[in-house]
């Protein structure tokens, strides 16, 4: 069974850096997708960032754009988000995800696997 367990979370004042990494167990991921996700209170799970599992090609939400960076180490079968100039906004559980394709999506939907989620707080 895979599982991807999410970590890096916590409290940083708006401005700030965070990173959040996302390591897989179980089936090696040599061939899929891997993203990002973001849920705030009382709003639907939206996109972040995602990445292929070579890392040759990536993609951002507009809000993610300049300031979030996705990057994958794959013998650690690791997946990073590194977060900068953060805001309040950015305020929400974030979530790992993987494909059973090598395909980048924007749509949560499209993912088979999820982690459980880490929250991150942007105090202003």
């Known amino acids: 069974q895979v599982q991807l367990v999410e970590s890096g979370g916590g409290l940083v004042q708006a401005g700030g850096s965070m990173r959040l990494s996302c390591t897989a167990s179980?089936?090696?991921?040599?061939?899929?997708?891997m993203g990002w996700f973001r849920q705030a209170p009382g709003k639907e799970r939206e996109f972040v960032a995602a990445?292929?599992?070579?890392?040759?090609?990536?993609s951002y939400a507009d809000s993610a754009k300049g300031r979030f960076t996705v990057s994958r180490d794959s013998a650690k079968k690791t997946m990073y988000l590194q977060m900068s100039s953060l805001k309040p906004e950015d305020t929400a559980v974030y979530y790992c995800?993987?494909?059973?394709?090598?395909?980048?999506?924007?749509?949560?939907?499209?993912?088979?696997?999820w982690g459980q989620g880490t929250q991150v707080t942007v105090s202003s």
């Open positions: 179980g089936p090696t991921f040599n061939t899929n997708a």
């Open positions: 990445i292929t599992w070579m890392g040759d090609m990536t």
């Open positions: 995800a993987a494909r059973l394709s090598r395909l980048i999506t924007t749509t949560p939907a499209n993912y088979l696997y």
